[in-house]
């Protein structure tokens, strides 16, 4: 039993196979990442995780607790948070307000009218949305408006916001995709220092091998829907059926 | 039974000018994402090219009619359309008499040309804007539009006749078996409803048979792809908005002998017209004709007498109240893509 | 002071300084003289001023905030008009009630809208709120004339009940008249006259209320700005998707602000009616939507004072502008040679008089196109170019709000 458990996941669109009988268990505290050539499944399996897409069949328990019918908010309150692909943040508003969303968010559920209050007076969301910017080594950028940082700074930025909320299950899609080298080195340095340094766990679907083997503890290889085989990352190296299923892509 | 199929008739009409000027909404927001508010007001220039064209028409000169006294006993003057001169009397009376349907020669390169200098000179610049801002200087637009036309034509209706073949009624009722006199169509309406379809029928057979229509089809699917393949998108695009405001400003040159046209009679048709657009679902063009059709025919059914005494009031707003079902059943739109304006 | 942080407090002092004294400072031209015509220290046009703010103040809590486009505001400001309107025939000739009574209605009307529109957004949301607006004035205009009067319209009549006692403005007045809308025996219609030199300053009870009511509305928004629910208002007008997934139900923030939007607008409706207590159903015309838009876009959406500038210079041009004529322009031009004087008066006649909405529309061009961010942008971009780079750096990292 992990902190996050699959069972017999469907899901059709159309005549399309999305996804067959996906088993997965995350361990708690673990880093668990979900490989797969494109069109495998990965994004529909994450999309049925966060409450955006509802599978045909099976279940998805976290821990304990079925996120299927809950809306992304709820499924977010549950102590899942998720990382896009592309960065999403609050582009027009500062490095600190962007911060301190997500702990008005955490603080107040999913609605609270707090309409006469002033923001800059809630002391201990401004310290703790501070502190972790001061974490994510971005105490400086704390003004700035965030449509005008770096890639790799909104990508950090992201991050950092949820951690704010301090979640059980961070996912993230693709954290490094589009990313300049150097970048995709600081993403990877970062999430190795959030494993150690915090209780969390971590699912991570990824493309790009060089983050998959520095971060992942252990590696499910998805193809066409279906979860090819789960193993450890030194032996999914050099594994055939990843080969073929890798390579039967390239050709 | 007669009375059901009067309905339909009556709605065909306006159902018509819906579906007309939808269908250049739609154009134009499938192939540029463009919002145009001021897509009215090309209807409403287009019903004042026939004003135009008919004042330009009877531009007289006095002339001393040596056989007719005055009650002074003063050779009488009358004023001559220069085109009697030119074409002699009957010729020219019957161009003047025809000069609703002549003014469609008129209107073609007028609305074309406005159209394209509208595209280039504004909206071109709002493609990559916030569709608020598009939708804010499309009104302005509009009130400039609408504006100029009161200047220079004043605030009151001016009537534009239909060419005296085409006055009077068709007995519909009598013609089918009913009672003679049950359903008793204006033969101008007839008119308009064929026109409507005509072109309707034009604009279709032009996107599904040329060249020039597969690609802008193409471009409203995926307009970065088509963008991709080397071809010159914008220009196409720009001809596109050319077209749907001629075919808006046909509407409205035809539209002229069942409603006098006024200067603010763009706006009056925008809302619903955008209405029908959302009922048809944004971005389909068979969604926008079928959209306009139905509610015209679902007002003039709500205008019954019958149905006003049980619910007063309906005739008034029973489109909106079609399109809030509609949008909140099927969000899409009747015909609607799926992708398209989903947020 | 007032919870709010120096520069805020600031603002609302100069704010308040401004209204209080309007009277003098929108009186600049000595009585009799050529320019008293530019003259806006009237009590009629000073209660729009103050009325339209309100509106657009309300307007942009919704747009400014959200990023939602509501074509339908004129329908809560309609609707806010006849409830204060029946309150004044029914219970009392007193204000009060009227502007309480108008608020409430107009929320709760909105609060039906908007649990609808809101199932929608960009320019789907656009249309919903156009299509429940233009309902509304079609039915009021037709089927609801019990309510509404119909296309006569709604006023104050001497044998209307007036249910309360007379020292609480109940019942007919005594001089025989229909009486005039009050508070507590003050007429909104009174004014106070000072003659200074050559210069007629004249204070109106109706003006002062209007602006008290003004500043509330005007300080409560800075507070709903400043606040938490603000912050969350303008995250889900930057990102929804991250907001729904932050844990946030979107739903209930952009019902709760479109209320409060609706509301300002009832009040400003009920305003309407307590000054000047007759109300047709084109106020509840689209196009009366589209001028708060504009109104607001003009000052600069999304800004505190720029609504409240929106609203003020368009409805003193449309004073203005409506008031000039041609036998004035010949005036203005007389200086030039006669040719000169009358193509001068040709060519701008067309925007003057009769013209205004001609002008209006250009100017609504002209602000989209070139200065989407609206008075106070143009504002900023002024001091910025006396300031030097340095300072047009400072402000678009910290816009001002």
Redesign the interface.
């Known amino acids: 039993m992990g902190i996050l458990d699959v069972k017999d996941v469907g899901k059709r669109f159309g005549g399309l196979q999305a996804l067959g009988d996906v088993n997965l268990s995350v361990a708690e505290n673990s880093v668990h990442a979900i490989i797969g050539p494109n069109g495998a499944g990965k994004s529909t399996l994450l999309n049925c995780l966060v409450g955006k897409l509802i599978p045909d069949t099976g279940s998805v328990m976290f821990d304990g607790q079925s996120v299927l019918g809950r809306s992304p908010h709820e499924i977010n309150q549950m102590g899942i948070s998720r990382v896009f692909q592309t960065p999403e943040i609050f582009g027009e508003l500062s490095v600190l307000e962007n911060m301190m969303i997500p702990i008005f968010a955490k603080r107040d559920g999913a609605f609270r009218m707090h309409a006469t209050a002033n923001m800059m007076k809630e002391r201990d969301i401004v310290e703790n949305a501070e502190k972790v910017l001061v974490d994510m080594n971005m105490a400086d950028k704390r003004g700035m408006n965030a449509a005008s940082m770096s890639r790799g700074d909104k990508r950090r930025l992201e991050i950092g916001m949820c951690l704010a909320q301090e979640p059980r299950l961070l996912l993230l899609d693709e954290p490094t995709a589009g990313m300049a080298r150097a970048d995709t080195n600081n993403t990877i340095d970062l999430l190795k220092q959030i494993k150690d340094e915090r209780d969390i766990t971590i699912a991570i679907i990824e493309h790009d091998m060089h983050v998959v083997f520095s971060l992942a503890e252990r590696i499910t290889v998805l193809a066409q829907g279906t979860p090819l085989v789960e193993d450890t990352p030194d032996n999914i190296k050099g594994h055939p059926k990843v080969r073929e299923a890798y390579l039967g892509e390239a050709a | 039974m007669d009375q059901i199929i009067l309905q339909i008739l009556n709605g065909l009409d306006k159902g018509s000018a819906y579906a007309l000027i939808a269908l250049g909404l739609t154009l134009i927001f499938g192939t540029l994402g463009v919002?145009n508010f001021a897509h009215g007001a090309l209807f409403m220039l287009g019903a004042f090219c026939t004003v135009t064209l008919s004042r330009i028409l009877t531009l007289s000169h006095e002339v001393i009619d040596e056989s007719r006294k005055d009650f002074l006993g003063n050779p009488l003057k009358v004023d001559v359309p220069y085109i009697y001169d030119w074409f002699g009397e009957s010729t020219g009376a019957a161009i003047i008499d025809w000069a609703v349907p002549l003014s469609i020669l008129f209107a073609i390169p007028v609305m074309i040309g406005i159209g394209v200098l509208m595209e280039r000179g504004?909206v071109k610049?709002f493609y990559n804007?916030?569709?608020?801002?598009q939708?804010?200087?499309t009104?302005?637009?509009?009130?400039?539009l609408?504006?100029?036309i009161k200047?220079y034509f004043g605030a009151n209706q001016i009537p534009a006749p239909a060419p005296e073949a085409f006055v009077g009624s068709f007995d519909f009722g009598a013609a089918v078996g009913f009672d003679a006199g049950a359903i008793i169509y204006p033969y101008w309406r007839i008119v308009y409803f064929c026109f409507a379809m005509v072109l309707i029928g034009a604009v279709f057979a032009f996107l599904q048979f040329t060249t020039f229509g597969m690609v802008v089809r193409a471009g409203m699917a995926d307009r970065e792809t088509v963008g991709l393949l080397g071809i010159n998108i914008d220009r196409r695009f720009t001809i596109m908005f050319g077209i749907a405001a001629a075919v808006a400003g046909l509407a409205g040159v035809m539209y002229t002998p069942i409603n006098s046209p006024n200067y603010h009679m763009g706006?009056d048709f925008l809302?619903i017209s955008?209405?029908v657009v959302?009922v048809g679902g944004?971005g389909s063009l068979p969604g926008a004709v079928l959209a306009g059709f139905v509610l015209g025919i679902l007002e003039s059914f709500a205008s019954m007498r019958q149905v006003i005494e049980l619910l007063?009031?309906i005739n008034?707003?029973v489109i909106?109240?079609a399109?809030?079902v509609i949008?909140?059943t099927r969000?899409r739109g009747l015909l609607g893509r799926k992708g398209v304006?989903e947020? | 002071m007032f919870g709010l942080d120096k520069k805020d407090t600031s603002l609302l002092l100069i704010v308040a300084a401004l209204v209080a004294l309007a009277p003098i400072i929108l009186n600049p031209f000595p009585e009799g003289s050529a320019l008293a015509q530019f003259n806006a220290g009237y009590p009629d046009l000073m209660q729009r001023f103050v009325i339209f703010g309100i509106f657009a103040i309300g307007f942009n809590i919704l747009f400014g905030l959200t990023g939602y486009l509501s074509f339908g505001h004129a329908a809560f400001l309609g609707a806010g008009s006849y409830a204060g309107m029946w309150m004044m025939k029914l219970l009392t000739i007193n204000v009060i009630p009227a502007i309480i009574f108008s608020t409430i209605i107009a929320g709760v009307i909105s609060l039906a809208i908007g649990w609808i529109s809101l199932r929608r957004s960009g320019i789907y949301f656009s249309i919903l709120t156009l299509a429940f607006a233009q309902m509304a004035f079609a039915l009021a205009a037709s089927v609801l004339t019990p309510i509404t009067g119909g296309e006569t319209g709604l006023q104050t009549n001497l044998n209307d009940p007036r249910v309360l006692p007379s020292f609480l403005g109940g019942g007919a007045s005594a001089d025989g008249n229909i009486p005039k809308p009050s508070l507590f025996g003050i007429e909104m219609s009174a004014s106070f006259e000072l003659p200074v030199g050559s210069w007629v300053w004249t204070f109106n009870w109706g003006y002062y209320i209007c602006a008290v009511m003004m500043l509330l509305a005007f300080y409560l928004a800075i507070r709903v700005f400043r606040s938490p629910f603000g912050l969350m208002l303008k995250a889900v007008k930057s990102n929804q998707q991250r907001m729904n997934y932050t844990g946030l139900n979107t739903r209930p923030y952009m019902l709760a602000c479109f209320v409060i939007s609706g509301m300002y607008a009832g009040l400003a409706g009920g305003l309407m009616a307590a000054m000047d207590p007759q109300v047709g159903a084109e106020r509840m015309q689209w196009t009366a939507s589209g001028e708060v838009v504009l109104m607001t876009i003009l000052g600069g959406v999304g800004t505190l004072i720029g609504p409240v500038l929106g609203a003020g210079l368009i409805k003193y041009f449309e004073n203005i502008f409506s008031k000039i004529n041609d036998n004035l322009l010949h005036q203005w031009f007389s200086f030039l040679p006669d040719g000169l004087e009358n193509f001068m008066v040709t060519i701008i006649h067309p925007f003057i008089g009769k013209g205004w909405h001609l002008t209006l529309g250009l100017m609504f061009m002209g602000i989209v196109i070139f200065l989407p961010g609206g008075l106070v942008e143009g504002g900023q971009r002024i001091k910025a170019m006396f300031k030097g780079k340095k300072a047009e750096k400072a402000t678009k990292t910290t816009p001002a709000e």
């Open positions: 919002v504004l610049h804007r916030p569709h608020a801002d939708i804010l200087v009104f302005g637009l509009a009130i400039v609408q504006e100029i200047y706006m809302v955008f209405v959302v944004m007063p009031g008034q707003v909106y109240l399109a809030i949008l909140l969000p304006m947020d």
